[in-house]
């Protein structure tokens, strides 16, 4: 590493040149389920990729000191903050990601960008259009002076998403004509489940819709290698009212007070799309689907073959090249775990698996070489804003009784 670190990079972006450091200090504001996925990120990319700079762990930040302390002594920060906007401000912090609900993204996205830091934000980007969309334009002006910005869609990190997008972009499926996308979970069955923040407007901005609908978006354009024109949307919200929970809320679970509120967003979004080619896509977002906990399947048509994925199975990329003889075609599964399949090269022999935690992995290596390499990373706020607008346009259909909405441009 300490070699590479000394070179200076041809630099992609307005500011000419950058020199690459040798470490890069990251600075997390949130600490629960995704604070700890990226935690792992940060910590493993450098470890087993050879990076342009190797990620420091430098501080996380949460409001509860004591919380964050242990959270910063569990995931290996080497400091812990109470304050995101102290975060930002140290000199040893390069890069904020944050790992907050949707209500803070925008502030402190903002705040980081003019703090003179790069940015890696989670999926969805922001919790309104308004909000990306000034998030999207200082992330370019922050460009400009060599900052990168980029959202947190981890599933086009998966090596055998990473495959499908490679065998799209060949050629292989030819002219597309469906993309048909799933993700389901069920942890709101129980009508019983508290009122967390996922389940409120004002934090989350939506439900299903924002939090699982805004992955298959980005995962079937990504893949498609083209984006949504308009849609044709269904929302539901099944149990409008909930137990209240007490205190702070972790992850997917909590534990509950007396006195009930209300649910303000989605439980389930299913939606038709146009691609501008004039392919067809379906799209189901839900957590009410008993049984399953964290189905995202994807399977996209063309016309010359088919790829299929499917998360609880994602060592694997099913392929049918619709150009063999009919006799001994079909369907049949890659094993995504070669050395010459994406991001696959450092990691195990053939046919030793990889697992959830690894996009994360995977994201920060990306992020760091695009910031070694000062290019746009992907995807960058630009995309995560268009995602924001076919997330609109989906409520803006339902609300119409699903009249066929045009995603603005
Ligand atoms: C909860 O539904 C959740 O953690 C999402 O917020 C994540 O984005 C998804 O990757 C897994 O499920």
New binding site residues.
Partial sequence: EADTAEAVTGAGNGAGATVTKPTLGVGMVGYA??GAAHSQGWRTAGRVFDLPSRPVLAAICGRDAAAVRTAADRHGWAAAETDWRALIEREDVDVVDICTPGDSHAEIALAALAAGKHVLCE?PLANTVAEAEAMAQAAEAAYERGQLAMVGF??RRVPATALARRMVAEGRLGTLRHVRVTYL?D?LVDPEFPLTW?LRRESAGSGALG??GA?IVDLAQYLAGERLAGVSALTETFVRERPLPIGATSG?STVTSAGTGQVTVDDAALFTGRFTSGALASFEAT?YATGRK?ALRIELNGEHGSLAFDLERLNELAYHDGTEPGAHAGFRRILVTEPDHPYLEAWWPPGHGLGYEHSFVHQARDLVHAIAEGRRPQPSFADGLQVQRVLAAVEESAEKNSVYTPIAV
Avoid: E
């Fill in positions: 389920f995704m999926k981890n599933y979970q942890w996922r939090d699982l992955h997917l957590r964290n």
